[in-house]
């Protein structure tokens, strides 16, 4: 159980400043601009957790963090290393492919205190617009963002957290295994649960990532990977109705809400992409909860 809103206000646990964390696996591509860009944004503390990458990251990164280790690669494992090197009272949760605006350091730490919320997500948008599936990729990152001060349901990246609520979630199990590509959606619903909220800030950030039939492959399965254990760790304790709208909620998510941000001719111009998406994800999502029902039979007959 979180504390309420108001102790992790005026706690005095951590220092008042703000620190920053990015999680790297084989992003030697993206990361020295990532972060000189944030060692720029005068940070009081640049925290880099490597996950054992085969490229030059960890390398990169020692060259700019203040604070920078390796362990197994995970991002529950490398998170749980991070918490305990965190010295500021808020933190910045950010990654290796994100570059922050000049003023983010300055707005999300305002914001976060104005408007009285655990946590604050940025206004992200997407550097290349080259091609056809980088603009639909870039009016699908368009679509999630809301006006500043607005509730939301679910935090995306970047965001500036209270340090310690952020310790105190790891003390939910959820949050200390694999959760695969849901470790966003575990972390928001122990906020939420905990009446605490989750706003949308003005501060911009830009995805620094070229995209690809590759890249949009391995995200979107990854996605669906972690819809599936965030549905089998809830399941139980969700009804009928829960369980369905846990099934179909990419498709409605990704062909309805799109439309948000986005014009009518700008929706159904890039629709297609919207629906590979959405398709990729669940097929994902299938996959992993169809391999389960047929290891569960295999496993009944066998001890039958």
């Excluded at 966003?184 to 989750?198: C, G, H, P, R, V």
């Excluded at 995200?219 to 829960?242: A, E, H, P, T």
């Amino acid at each position: 159980m979180l504390k309420s809103f108001n102790y992790y206000k005026k706690s005095k646990k951590y220092e008042d400043g703000l620190s920053i964390y990015i999680p790297t696996l084989n992003n030697e591509n993206t990361l020295e601009e990532c972060l000189i860009n944030a060692k720029e944004k005068g940070f009081d503390q640049i925290i880099v957790v490597d996950g054992k990458s085969k490229d030059n990251s960890f390398e990169i990164a020692k060259k700019y963090a203040d604070d920078c280790v390796q362990t197994e690669p995970g991002l529950h494992i490398q998170t749980l290393k991070a918490i305990t090197l965190i010295k500021f009272k808020f933190l910045v949760l950010s990654e290796a492919d994100v570059l922050l605006s000049d003023d983010f350091a300055k707005i999300s730490r305002k914001e976060i205190e104005k408007l009285n919320s655990s946590v604050c997500v940025s206004q992200l948008t997407c550097k290349y617009k080259r091609n056809y599936l980088e603009r639909g990729f870039s009016n699908f990152i368009k679509s999630r963002r809301k006006k500043p001060g607005k509730e939301i349901k679910a935090i995306g990246g970047p965001a500036i957290i209270y340090s310690e609520i952020y310790l105190d979630s790891f003390k939910n199990s959820y949050l200390t295994k694999d959760t695969f590509g849901n470790f966003d959606t575990n972390l928001s619903e122990i906020i939420l649960n905990n009446n605490q909220k989750i706003k949308m800030m003005k501060a911009a950030a830009e995805q620094n990532e070229e995209i690809n039939l590759e890249v949009i492959l391995l995200k979107f399965i990854w996605y669906g990977k972690g819809d599936y254990f965030f549905y089998k760790r809830n399941k139980k304790n969700w009804n009928l109705i829960r369980k369905i709208k846990s099934i179909f909620h990419t498709y409605y998510s990704y062909l309805f809400l799109t439309k948000t941000n986005n014009s009518w001719l700008v929706y159904f111009y890039f629709l297609p992409v919207f629906i590979m998406f959405a398709i990729i994800r669940n097929i994902s999502w299938y996959f992993y909860l169809s391999k389960a029902i047929f290891l569960h039979i295999l496993n009944y007959k066998i001890n039958d």
